[in-house]
Nanobody, 128 residues
Framework: QSDLVESGGGLVQPGGSLRLSCAAS????????IGWFRQAPGKEREGVGC????????EYVDSVKGRFTISRDNAKNTVYLRMDSLKPEDTADYYC?????????????????????WGQGTQVTVSS
């Protein structure tokens, strides 16, 4: 069903913070680019950001830049999405996804069609 597992979602007040985790169930995550995506009710899925295999290239979409931080801890085989200054419009199901980069690639792309493996999502609700 899913090769990736997200955790950490829940209900948080506006202005609050939340940290999501993404872990691989059967493989080491350090061989893959990891992307974060979200889908709000009635909306199309949109990218949030991505992190390359090495963890030294990270991209974010403008709507979350400065508020969200992606990082990875290879010792724990986990990729994180820390969300600060959360807004009600951040409410969505959040997904992590992975693809194996080519040997020539040292960056990452946020485009969802590039990703081959997806988690089942974790729900984030920002509300008073």
């Amino acid at each position: 069903q899913s090769d990736l597992v997200e955790s950490g979602g829940g209900l948080v007040q506006p202005g609050g913070s939340l940290r999501l985790s993404c872990a691989a169930s059967e493989f080491t995550l350090d061989g893959y680019v990891i992307g974060w995506f979200r889908q709000a009710p009635g909306k199309e899925r949109e990218g949030v950001g991505c992190i390359n295999r090495q963890g030294d290239w990270i991209e974010y979409v403008d709507s979350v830049k400065g508020r969200f931080t992606i990082s990875r801890d290879n010792a724990k085989n986990t990729v994180y999405l820390r969300m600060d200054s959360l807004k009600p419009e951040d409410t969505a199901d959040y997904y992590c996804a992975a693809y194996r980069p080519s040997s020539l690639s040292s960056r990452c792309v946020i485009s969802d069609h590039r990703y081959d493996w997806w988690g089942q999502g974790t729900q984030v609700t920002v509300s008073s």
